[in-house]
């Protein structure tokens, strides 16, 4: 189990102790999408979906969610976040949805799984609000895409590796 943090010498899954880890400002950011028939982007877009505010109504739950990862990922910590900003965008080319998720702390840890929360969420949400007019919807690409903050760094997607 070398090298992975949330076990200990025998192999059991523990929290991994911060204590003695410097507070700094930390940032996350995820991405993810959902692709979906364009009849069912443009019922979302035209706010014509039977369930209301597609777009409003996952932000508001990705935000949610953000703030009740400790209580859904076993091993995070509580974390005093900061800042936690969504952004959805209908992007026809898919056709879907696209969603950011930013997330801030100033803390012990960094907030990687907090955004990939956030991300899953919304889509998630996005998926409950229009299930019933496209049951063939995906929910795909969630990932990290920006990471900084802390000893190992910064990391953005694409670099290959922290810097």
Do not use: W
């Not at 955004?115 to 063939?136: F, P, W």
């Amino acid at each position: 189990m070398s090298g992975l943090t949330h076990f200990d010498e025998s192999g059991a899954a523990h929290m991994v102790d911060v204590s003695e880890k410097a507070v700094t400002a930390r940032v996350a950011q995820a991405e993810g999408r959902i692709v979906m028939n364009a009849e069912t982007l443009e019922r979302i877009t035209e706010g014509t979906a039977s369930k209301g505010d597609v777009i409003g109504v996952a932000r508001l739950a990705g935000i949610m969610g953000c703030k009740k990862t400790p209580e859904l990922i076993p091993l995070c910590h509580p974390l005093p976040l900061s800042k936690v900003g969504i952004e959805l965008h209908a992007d026809p080319a898919l056709p879907g949805v696209r969603i950011v998720a930013t997330v801030k702390t100033t803390g012990q840890t960094g907030v990687e799984m907090e955004a990939l929360t956030a991300v899953s969420v919304a889509a998630l949400t996005v998926y409950d609000m229009v299930k019933a007019v496209d049951k063939t919807m995906r929910i795909e690409g969630i990932r990290v895409i920006l990471k900084d903050g802390g000893k190992s760094g910064r990391y953005e997607a694409g670099t290959g590796e922290a810097e």
